[in-house]
């Protein structure tokens, strides 16, 4: 580990720290309700009451979002390909990626449930749909990052396209779609806690859920606080992995 990485450790540690002390602070000084905010150390109590609830809950949640961020994943790359393949197709594909990068999903999630039930496929689903967008766009872009000279002195060695999309632009495409990962992963926690908000039998949206509608904030709190130390865990893992399959771009974190 270099020293810039131990800087940034430390300073997002500091940072977290005062925020954690300064709401802590607050809430002591004006005396806040519970039922309106809880403390950080009320929140903490509660979740080291029942970890294994909160767990489980993660357990669930973590297998939906990751079958979506797959499912989105692959189709995201795999219509970046098709769109790259056949470039006259590029503007009704955005236009449909669009629309449905622009539905709402607060409002899709309760359909699906309607309509496949309260199991793991609509969470999937909406996971996926959430994912799509940024892996399609970051994808294309990467693809299409080729300039004329490369793609001359492909044509000058008779590469067909098929060639050319393996030898040139899919490594062309490997920063893109990594990017896209750091934004679509995490969003993949959240995309499954929301399509669980509309019904599930486990899950840390449904934690959420009953916690909210019996007001119980603490609860609520710590499952938002797990959610948003797993979702940074992946983030981490995203910047690993393209260390370990780009190392020449990224400088070195031993």
Sequence with gaps: MNAKTRLDIA?????????LLGWEFGVQMSHMPVYLLPAPSR??????GEPLYYLHALWVTLGEALGGLALGLLAGIGVAVWVTLQPRLEGGVMTLALLIKSMPLAAIAPLLTIWLGFGVL???IITALLTFFPVLVNTLVGLQSADSEMLDLMRVHRATA??????LRAWLALPYLFAALRVA?????????IAEWTGAGNGLGRVMWLAYANLNLPPLFAA?????????FIYLLMVWLEYKAMPWRTPSVD
Excluded at 11 to 16: D, F, G, M, Q, R
């Design 224 to 232: 938002i606080f797990v959610v948003s130390t797993v979702s940074i």
């Design 185 to 193: 992963a995490p969003l993949s926690l959240m995309g499954a806690v």
């Design 11 to 19: 300073s997002a540690a500091l940072i977290l720290s005062l925020a």
């Design 122 to 124: 609509p969470k999937v």
């Design 43 to 48: 929140i903490w109590h509660t979740f080291w």
């Design 162 to 167: 098929w060639q050319t999309l393996r030898h």
